[in-house]
């Protein structure tokens, strides 16, 4: 009976690892292609949609993450797209306190931008480990899409974004953080 129940324990131990291993990560760039696509072809042309990246490590990845989602929603999809990226400007307006914003502040925000969908960004890091979480709301039904969460790996344009000054911190006027952001659009665009 003991060896029967060892057994069954072990088993149940390498299925999680081996789940573990299966877990696809993506670039930073893949991941942000993926939810275009994914976001995009989930709404009806014509659809206005707000990308709104409201927590990540540093403002220069929230600035890429919104750009970047504004240019592929926009030139690959074709769809109608407000970015409200700054971070600091929507704790403020609407008055945010912590660092997720509720549905309902998503919806009071793509009714004030006059946009029939709001994409939640946030990327969230563990250690080295970072992960890219998303979430559409439709404004006027309040109906969600189905979550999702890609787990980033490391490359050059992810330990760029990590240099940026933090969300938290009060950023010079514009150029680190704007270099930064068309610099790894540069590269990105090279390498497509």
């Given at each position: 009976m003991k060896k029967c129940l060892m057994a069954a324990m072990l088993l149940v131990c390498f299925s999680f690892a081996a789940q573990a291993q299966r877990q696809q990560t993506y670039t930073v760039d893949?991941?942000?292609?993926?939810?275009?696509?994914?976001?995009?072809?989930?709404?009806?042309?014509?659809?206005?949609?707000?990308?709104?990246?409201y927590e990540t490590p540093t403002k220069t990845f929230s600035d890429y993450v919104g750009e970047t989602l504004t240019y592929d929603l926009q030139t690959?999809?074709?769809?109608?797209?407000?970015?409200?990226?700054?971070?600091?400007?929507?704790h403020r307006d609407y008055k945010i306190t912590g660092a997720d914003i509720s549905d309902t502040k998503a919806i009071e925000i793509g009714k004030a931008l006059k946009v029939d969908v709001v994409l939640l960004v946030n990327v969230k890091g563990l250690g080295s480990a970072y992960q890219m979480n998303?979430?559409?709301?439709?404004?006027a039904s309040g109906k969600k899409g189905t979550p999702s969460r890609l787990n980033l790996k490391e490359d050059n344009v992810l330990?760029?974004?990590?240099?940026g000054p933090a969300v938290t911190e009060q950023a010079p006027a514009g150029a680190p953080v704007e270099g930064a952001v068309r610099r790894l659009r540069a590269m990105r665009e090279a390498a497509s």
């Open positions: 893949e991941a942000l292609t993926r939810v275009s696509l994914t976001a995009g072809s989930s709404m009806s042309p014509g659809s206005k949609i707000a990308v709104i990246s690959k999809i074709h769809r109608d797209v407000i970015t409200y990226r700054n971070v600091d400007t929507i998303v979430l559409t709301i439709n404004v330990t760029e974004l990590l240099k």
